[in-house]
């Protein structure tokens, strides 16, 4: 059944409270965490990579407690089976029959933490869950339930037992974050917080009731984009496929993601309309993980973020019906 649309206006102030529900726990990942809100607002999945210790899963769990969400942690290790993700049929003496045991897929959001440890076979029941919003299981489809999220964490700089991501799982993650190290001030206030708990645990509120964000994601899906943005995102992505150090670009399915992360994030900025300046801002998150480079040009140093973060100053911007 579709939700009934959320006005823009409540969205936006669900979205604000939100944001500054998390950030009494997380510290220093502000505009991070917008692009990881504004993604969900937009029904995609979030990829965390960054090094251990920044909060990747505390946010993915103080995000899913201020949405009102089932939350399921899974622990990626390389002897995960597929069917510890999926659930398996077990026996029942009793009733002579296999009863099917559902396993952490199915829920609300489902944190995938350190997803680039688990081996391929692993990774592809999670890439049909995601990409399809089912799983298949000893020959049985089975349909997971709206909303369904994953936010996965990845570690960038260890690579002894692990197995890169293959580009069609990177793909279906709408979004790919990677926050950095807190400034002094942040970290100072990091620790003096944990010392003001005298706890490990944190907790923060739930902000919205179980089944809002489904209304939500329809009041975003309503917001109208101007056909000169639509362009704009279409020529960012295209740009990148002609660029020289880029072997294989973004596909249309990066335009698409540009379009909606850039709308839910004018929504959260609470307009009713995209700029250009909202596509900027979520440009990199959106599409560098979307591109391969040539060998010559990663071994000179140059990354992803980098082609993407010029083409932001190649690519001419619009000027948009409300900037006219």
Not at 124 to 139: F, H, P
Not at 197 to 225: D, F, H, N
Not at 232 to 253: K, N
Request: glycine content about 8%; proline content about 6%.
């Amino acid at each position: 059944m579709t939700a009934t649309p959320m006005p823009f206006a409540r969205v936006a102030a669900y979205g604000e409270d939100i944001l500054a529900e998390v950030s009494t726990v997380v510290v220093g990942m502000n505009e991070p965490i917008r692009t990881a809100l504004s993604a969900i607002f937009a029904g995609g999945h979030v990829l965390f990579e960054d090094v251990p210790g920044l909060g990747k899963t505390l946010t993915a769990r103080t995000l899913a407690t201020a949405l009102g969400l089932d939350f399921r942690r899974l622990q990626c290790t390389p002897d995960l089976l597929p069917s510890d993700i999926t659930g398996s049929a077990v026996f029942d003496p009793a009733s002579g029959e296999f009863d099917f045991r559902p396993g952490p897929i199915f829920t609300d959001l489902l944190l995938a933490d350190e997803i680039n440890r688990t081996a391929p076979k692993t990774q592809s029941a999670l890439l049909e869950a995601m990409a399809e919003r089912q799983v298949t299981v000893d020959g049985t489809t089975r349909k997971l339930e709206v909303p369904f999220h994953v936010i996965a964490t990845s570690n960038p700089v260890e690579y002894e037992g692990t197995y890169p991501l293959p580009e069609a799982q990177l793909d279906r993650f709408m979004v790919r974050i990677a926050a950095g190290y807190p400034a002094r001030d942040q970290e100072v206030d990091v620790v003096q917080r944990r010392l003001r708990r005298k706890r490990e645990e944190t907790s923060v509120r739930q902000v919205v009731e179980r089944g809002a964000l489904a209304a939500m994601q329809a009041g975003v899906e309503e917001l109208p984009v101007d056909p000169d943005i639509v362009g704009y995102c279409v020529d960012l992505v295209a740009a990148t496929r002609a660029h020289a150090a880029v072997e294989i670009g973004a596909s249309p399915r990066g335009a698409i993601s540009l379009v909606l992360v850039g709308r839910a994030r004018a929504v959260l900025a609470g307009r009713d309309f995209v700029t250009p300046e909202d596509i900027k801002a979520v440009a990199v998150s959106v599409l560098a993980h979307r591109i391969t480079l040539t060998a010559q040009s990663w071994a000179s140093g140059l990354s992803a973020q980098d082609v993407v973060q010029g083409l932001l100053g190649a690519v001419p911007t619009p000027a948009t019906a409300r900037g006219r």
